[in-house]
């Protein structure tokens, strides 16, 4: 049987507001904020505040929500870092990666030439995340 949800898990805590995060999106379903170890400069994280481990417990009522929001964000980090392209990412219990158990969809931006870092692997810098998140904000905005 599947593992159940469990409200301790740092993105259930990062939308509870109890752990800070650099929001660059929130509507009534999702919230988007930084990755603090990104694969690449932009790195966002899209999630639904429903609660579920993954794709595989998830309410289908919650993608049509998210993956809008997703679009929305993959547009806005084009735009933010002038990039060529965007990866998106989704990883389902431990033996695909995933490591935190909220549902969530990573965002990318990607560049010709320029390959993916480690999955959690080093910590960036606040103030670069914050900048990179301002640039974020700024591109949803307009
Ligand atoms: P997963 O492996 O579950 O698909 O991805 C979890 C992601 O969350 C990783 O890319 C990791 O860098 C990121 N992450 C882990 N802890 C934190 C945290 O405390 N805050 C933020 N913003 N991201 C985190």
Not at 34 to 57: C, E, F, W, Y
Not at 71 to 92: E, H, L, R, S, Y
Request: hydrophobic share 45%; aromatic share 8%; no cysteine.
């Amino acid at each position: 049987m599947a593992e159940a949800y469990d409200p301790g898990n740092i993105f259930a805590k990062i939308l509870r507001g109890e752990i800070p995060s650099q929001r660059v999106y929130e509507d009534d379903a999702v919230v988007a904020f930084m990755d603090v170890m990104p694969q690449g400069t932009g790195h966002t994280l899209v999630v639904p505040k429903a609660p579920s481990r993954n794709i595989l417990d998830a309410d289908p009522a919650t993608f049509g929500p998210l993956f809008g929001v997703v679009q929305k964000v993959a547009v806005a980090v084009k735009k933010a870092f002038d990039a060529d392209g965007v990866t998106i990412m989704q990883f389902n219990e431990p033996a695909s990666g995933q490591t935190v158990y909220h549902l969530h969809v990573h965002v990318v931006p990607r560049f010709e030439g320029v390959p993916l870092k480690p999955h959690s692997g080093q910590m960036e810098k606040p103030e670069v995340l914050a900048e990179n998140a301002n640039k974020i904000r700024a591109a949803l905005g307009s």
